[in-house]
């Protein structure tokens, strides 16, 4: 009893949050104002020390070391983990916003400018999307479309990188378990010449909000952007979320994690 509680403190000690999406508010008992996590684990050539305190009306606090964090991204990177549930066997055939959501969680336990490109990306989308919305024939437009491919361009760059570090664990991976090819393919929606390339990454970025400026203003919202990315998994030539077998969707979802585990 409690197992799965276990799992999801020592996820939440990784990442500031549950594996499940649960609400901080949800990780409290019934009846309780308050929770609390803490854990000793030794990284960075050290042992540390943390812990997290939920309240029930107002904010966690994080504490490391004894001393308490002024942002959530400072927890990222000092207990790194790759968490494998049931939830992940949607990996293969769910949403996109699945897949994204499992890019953004591994890359920002190994990168903090990226934990802070996309905190900062989605509150520029927020206000664009309003403009849009409200205004979209307002000067400040540019400002909003400025900052949107500046932040847009490093999620673009660290993303494809992640990508190419997985395929060359998971081909090995897959190999050796059931003899099979596999290829990750990441999907931005636009073509990108040379994903190695931030200038490049910038003006292809540019040129694609230029081409849909007309039907973001008629839709209210922004269309074009890493809001919106995506990778296909290509097993034995042919794109698994269409023909991949439920026991071939289970050991991609495995192979993934391991290949994760391997890059941490």
Known sequence: RGKTNILESIYIM?????????????????GKENAKIAAKFYSHGRENKAEIDFFSDKKKRIKINGVVADKTSQLMGYLNTVIFCPEDLKLVKGSPGIRRKMLDLGICQLRQRYFHSLSAYYKILEQRNKLLKDDPESEMLWVWN????????DIIWYRNSFIDRLNEKIKKIIF???NEKINLIYDCGFEISDFK???????????????????EKKFGMSLVGPHRDDFKIILNGNEAKFYASQGQQRTIVLAIKMAEVEII
């Open 14 to 30: 990784s990442t500031s949050r549950s594996h499940r999406g649960a609400k901080e508010a949800e990780m409290i008992r019934f």
């Open 176 to 178: 050796e378990i059931c």
């Open 197 to 215: 390339d931030k200038e490049c990454i910038k003006k292809s970025f540019e040129t694609e909000l230029d081409k849909n400026l007309q039907r």
């Open 146 to 153: 400025e900052k949107l491919v500046e932040r847009g361009t």
